[in-house]
């Protein structure tokens, strides 16, 4: 089965989206694997299997490659004196902006190209953390309270310290900040203000238990293990990096199967028809026996490979459940009656 493997990206995860793609590379054995790299340019690059190392992207060797441009249905190839067409299933692999913000999956829709991801409503819910708090509270899956606040708001706190503080539309914990004291909150801001202008505000909970459980959807959702990430304050950008690259097996959470149940079910709520065609992951929280959201993640890091036990077959029946969007046609028929009736 050919699958392209889509990754890069013009966002702030642009470099983990490059170690998650090489990471996944060694994952999905019984596939015939592409690579199509989208620099920060957002110009296509056909890259062969062998190129695939850090390396050479940030030495930009990429350049050198062969530029790739959509058509309806694929991804064509030119070469001097031929073209070829990459028409095999896409893998959204872009982290952050671009691949979960909706840009990628309207664009594959745009150009009829089948793929594995987020479709554009899903993205929007689950890549802004405030439309996720919008979209948690009106399907009864509980969240902690929060504040927003805009970059021309008063820095006015309305929660109890200490907080976290954290971009809205940014993942892998870059400009994430625990305030502990008021003097500390205006630094915090100026950090979350650089890569946001809007910022989520949440109580901070030390000591917290924290929950990933990772999902897709075939004729059912079906689950990966629960797993409580090891963590020490809360997961920060260096740990959630080398989560991209993680390629060994999680050890399932020691918890009960009633809490396990109750992920499950709030999971199946969350993933509803709107995450139809993704495998994602939520994280969540338990207080006093209660399982509140903390977030969606729509293209988990390395798609959450370690926390399913046939990581490849899962994706191969994802694939074999794609559907296009409905064809819309039109036959002119409203026009030409309107024209007949004038007499034009």
Same mark, same amino acid.
């Given at each position: 089965?050919?699958?392209?493997?889509?990754?890069?990206?013009?966002?702030?995860?642009?470099?983990?989206?490059?170690?998650?793609?090489?990471?996944?590379?060694?994952?999905?054995?019984?596939?015939?694997?592409?690579?199509?790299?989208?620099?920060?340019?957002?110009?296509?690059?056909?890259?062969?299997?062998?190129?695939?190392?850090?390396?050479?992207?940030?030495?930009?060797?990429?350049?050198?490659?062969?530029?790739?441009?959509?058509?309806?249905?694929?991804?064509?190839?030119?070469?001097?004196?031929?073209?070829?067409?990459? *028409?095999?299933?896409?893998?959204?692999?872009?982290?952050?902006?671009?691949?979960?913000?909706?840009?990628?999956?309207?664009?594959?829709?745009?150009?009829?190209?089948?793929?594995?991801?987020?479709?554009?409503?899903?993205?929007?819910?689950?890549?802004?953390?405030?439309?996720?708090?919008?979209? /948690?509270?009106?399907?009864?899956?509980?969240?902690?309270?929060?504040?927003?606040?805009?970059?021309?708001?008063?820095?006015?706190?309305?929660?109890?310290?200490?907080?976290?503080?954290?971009?809205?539309?940014?993942?892998?914990?870059?400009?994430?900040?625990?305030?502990?004291?008021?003097?500390?909150? *205006?630094?915090?801001?100026?950090?979350?203000?650089?890569?946001?202008?809007?910022?989520?505000?949440?109580?901070?909970?030390?000591?917290?238990?924290?929950?990933?459980? /990772?999902?897709?959807?075939?004729?059912?959702?079906?689950?990966?293990?629960?797993?409580?990430?090891?963590?020490?304050?809360?997961?920060?950008?260096?740990?959630?990096?080398?989560?991209?690259?993680?390629?060994?097996?999680?050890?399932?959470?020691?918890?009960?199967? /009633?809490?396990?149940?109750?992920?499950?079910?709030?999971?199946?709520?969350?993933?509803?028809?709107?995450?139809?065609?993704?495998?994602?992951?939520?994280?969540?929280?338990?207080?006093?026996?209660?399982?509140?959201?903390?977030?969606?993640?729509?293209?988990?890091?390395?798609?959450?490979?370690?926390?399913?036990?046939?990581?490849?077959?899962?994706?191969?029946?994802?694939?074999?459940?794609?559907?296009?969007?409905?064809?819309?046609?039109?036959?002119?028929?409203?026009?030409?009656?309107?024209?007949?009736?004038?007499?034009?």
């Amino acid at each position: 089965m050919k699958l392209s493997i889509l990754f890069g990206g013009s966002s702030f995860e642009h470099e983990i989206s490059i170690v998650s793609a090489i990471t996944l590379k060694s994952k999905l054995e019984g596939f015939e694997l592409e690579f199509i790299f989208c620099d920060t340019n957002h110009q296509f690059y056909y890259i062969d299997s062998q190129n695939m190392k850090s390396t050479y992207f940030s030495s930009k060797k990429y350049k050198n490659d062969n530029e790739l441009f959509l058509k309806i249905g694929y991804f064509e190839l030119k070469k001097m004196f031929s073209s070829t067409k990459i *028409d095999s299933t896409v893998l959204n692999l872009v982290h952050g902006g671009d691949g979960e913000d909706g840009t990628i999956s309207s664009l594959l829709d745009f150009y009829k190209i089948k793929y594995i991801g987020p479709r554009t409503e899903a993205s929007v819910f689950s890549f802004d953390k405030i439309f996720t708090k919008y979209l /948690a509270n009106s399907i009864g899956v509980k969240t902690l309270k929060y504040q927003t606040l805009n970059k021309k708001d008063k820095r006015v706190l309305e929660i109890d310290l200490p907080v976290i503080l954290k971009p809205s539309r940014l993942g892998s914990s870059i400009g994430v900040s625990i305030v502990k004291d008021e003097s500390e909150l *205006d630094y915090a801001l100026d950090v979350a203000f650089e890569f946001d202008e809007n910022v989520l505000i949440e109580p901070f909970i030390n000591g917290v238990k924290e929950f990933n459980l /990772a999902g897709y959807k075939t004729d059912k959702i079906n689950f990966s293990i629960v797993e409580e990430p090891q963590k020490t304050e809360f997961l920060d950008f260096e740990k959630k990096y080398m989560d991209f690259s993680r390629d060994g097996s999680a050890s399932e959470a020691v918890i009960s199967e /009633a809490l396990k149940q109750a992920m499950r079910d709030n999971f199946t709520k969350i993933y509803g028809e709107i995450f139809n065609g993704a495998l994602i992951r939520c994280d969540f929280f338990v207080i006093d026996g209660a399982v509140y959201l903390n977030e969606i993640n729509p293209i988990p890091g390395s798609m959450a490979n370690y926390l399913f036990e046939d990581f490849s077959n899962s994706i191969k029946e994802l694939v074999e459940t794609l559907e296009l969007k409905n064809e819309i046609k039109s036959d002119y028929s409203y026009i030409n009656s309107i024209t007949m009736a004038k007499g034009k």
